[in-house]
């Protein structure tokens, strides 16, 4: 069983749309969520973190936690061209000191 | 804003070959992690570094891995012998805190062995 698992996509949605963006993870002393955005041959770049149940805003991306169902969801409000990337989902456990686990990640295009 | 940084960019070697692959942490971050990323695949975590120590290793940082913290600012990944399969891009990364603090990454060494 895979540690965390996203939908590779792609998923494209037009400019303006809310783009969704789902992660599910397998370990229930998972602790700590983070979604970071991947351009084409960059690194990882941090867009948001998420520790508690519930949703968490920051700008035009809400991130959305639920500890029960193991599960974590990104939404980008009002879609731009720029957000076209791969988005990561990374899960950190307390039990496994400061590693990370990555998912996939899920390819995002937006259509002007 | 503070930012990791790597050196360098592109190191292409010849199998068998040893590398080194360098790292500037944040300033004040205390925790310090590579981690790779094969072509296409997910981001693989290969071992922390804390206190001039490692805190934790992956299955695939083997004994041909090794870190370093020579100085004061730098931090080190050391491959000794390459191999065709060691081809990826290489992330440093830190945080400040531990056990889930926010990893903030570099921009990567990329890898190709010949």
């Known amino acids: 069983q895979k540690e965390v698992e996203q939908n590779s996509g792609p998923l494209s949605v037009p400019e303006g749309a809310i783009a969704s963006l789902n992660c599910t993870y397998s370990?229930?002393?998972?602790?700590?969520f983070f979604w970071y955005r991947q351009y084409s041959g960059k690194s990882p770049e941090l867009i948001m973190s998420i520790y508690s149940n519930g949703d968490k805003e920051d700008g035009r991306f809400t991130a959305q936690l639920n500890k029960a169902s193991q599960y974590v969801s990104l939404l980008i409000r009002d879609s731009q061209p720029s957000d076209s990337a791969t988005y990561l989902c990374a899960v950190g456990k307390s039990n496994t000191g400061n590693q990370f686990y990555f998912g996939t990640g899920t390819s995002l295009t937006v259509i002007p | 804003e503070p930012e990791v940084t790597q050196t360098p960019s592109h190191q292409v070697t010849q199998m068998g070959q040893e590398v080194i692959l360098r790292c500037v942490p944040i300033?004040?971050?205390?925790?310090f992690y590579w981690y790779r990323q094969i072509l296409g695949q997910k981001v693989e975590f290969l071992v922390s570094?804390?206190?001039?120590?490692?805190?934790?290793k992956s299955e695939i940082f083997d004994d041909q891995f090794s870190v370093e913290r020579p100085d004061g600012s730098n931090f080190t990944l050391k491959i000794r012998s390459t191999k065709l399969e060691d081809s990826a891009m290489y992330f440093c990364?830190?945080?400040?805190?531990?056990?889930?603090?926010?990893?903030?990454f570099g921009p990567g060494t990329r890898l190709t062995v010949l």
């Open positions: 300033s004040n971050h205390l925790y």
């Open positions: 990364a830190s945080s400040e805190g531990y056990n889930t603090d926010t990893q903030y």
């Open positions: 570094f804390y206190n001039n120590e490692i805190s934790e």
């Open positions: 370990d229930r002393v998972s602790q700590s």
